[in-house]
């Protein structure tokens, strides 16, 4: 009985030994290992062979050094072995700079008398290197340029709907000159859910208008220009409920005093909500009117300035009638 179980191991450790193991690498690698584990006994060597080839030896160890004077010649200088293989059982073979001609099986094996013992193989596959990194930036490089070019005409259609939007907004009007003048927004939630508010005067610098936060209006970082003649209009907010669902709404409306003609344009305000801490947003056109009597006197500035002009001299011609030579005529009618 023990004969027999020891007769199914030997012949699981022989199929176990026989068996190959697969190793792929690409080629211009600087080395690729091929592995091999066996116990090696006393007065053995060990062998690096391809059975395909005929000179089959790829690197030997003879009494406990290298013997490469049988190596084939393809072999040479592109091949080693750990220096305690034998003490330690792992006889695994280091190939330098694979190339296409490397791919094969190759059987490691333990030898003595000119007779391999137990054995084991490796097949190596060397493969061509994917063509895509050298094809990747040439592919990359107008797909990066096109998504550049489509992310820009987005953005200009983008930019184009909120000129749209805004242009379809009915725009507050007042007279320069004005005591002051509301811009209105009403904002439905409670009062403890807004985190802060901005109002902003949509310019190519953006000017601040009006911040308020944590509870407080931050005059210092209002545009020079505002300063003193922007707050909101209701400060603090003031919550009240409205529809019939009982919501709560904010009044964050904005104040802007003496209003000058320089004030027209699209003023944004912007909620940092901090229950969704999300943002919400609210365009207010303004339209900011000279005053009638001012445009008037623009007017006939303009026209007293253009009569009060001499009319340049002119020449009249010989060929008149009834005038005996040219002269010099004054800017008086004639």
């Not at 600087?30 to 080839?53: A, F, G």
């Not at 964050?252 to 909620?271: F, Q």
């Not at 006939?300 to 040219?326: C, H, I, Q, Y």
Request: charged fraction near 25%.
């Amino acid at each position: 009985m023990m004969k027999m179980k020891m007769c199914v191991l030997f012949v699981i450790l022989a199929f176990v030994s026989q068996h190959a193991s697969g190793v792929e690498v690409y080629e211009g690698e600087k080395s690729v290992l091929l592995p091999c584990k066996i116990v090696v006994p006393k007065n053995h060597s060990v062998v690096w062979k391809r059975e395909d080839l005929t000179s089959q030896i790829v690197h030997a160890i003879v009494e406990g050094k290298d013997d490469l004077i049988n190596q084939n010649k393809r072999y040479e200088h592109r091949t080693s072995m750990r220096a305690d293989a034998l003490q330690t059982g792992d006889l695994s073979l280091t190939l330098r700079n694979p190339t296409f001609t490397d791919s094969g099986n190759y059987t490691c094996a333990t030898r003595i008398h000119g007779e391999d013992k137990e054995k084991t193989q490796a097949q190596l596959k060397v493969k061509e290197r994917p063509v895509w990194p050298k094809v990747l930036p040439a592919v990359l490089v107008p797909v990066l340029l096109l998504g550049a070019v489509i992310f820009f005409l987005l953005y200009r259609v983008k930019e184009r709907e909120k000129l749209m939007t805004v242009g379809q907004l009915t725009p507050l009007e007042v007279m320069e000159g004005a005591p002051s003048v509301l811009l209105p927004y009403t904002h439905t939630c409670c009062l403890g859910e807004v985190l802060k508010v901005e109002w902003i005067f949509v310019t190519n610098e953006n000017k601040m208008v009006c911040v308020f936060e944590n509870g407080h209006i931050k005059h210092d970082q209002q545009h020079k220009d505002y300063r003193e003649r922007a707050e909101m209009e209701s400060f603090p907010p003031k919550e009240k409920k409205t529809d019939q669902l009982n919501r709560s709404e904010v009044d964050l409306s904005l104040t802007l005093r003496n209003p000058v003609c320089a004030d027209g344009g699209v003023y944004l305000c912007i909620i940092h909500d901090k229950a969704v801490n999300t943002m919400k947003l609210k365009l207010v056109p303004l339209l900011v009117r000279e005053p009638l009597m001012t445009t008037i006197r623009a007017s006939l500035g303009r026209g007293n300035s253009a009569a009060s002009k001499p009319l340049p001299p002119f020449r009249v011609s010989k060929e008149k009638k009834n005038v005996g030579e040219s002269h010099l005529l004054n800017s008086q009618p004639v």
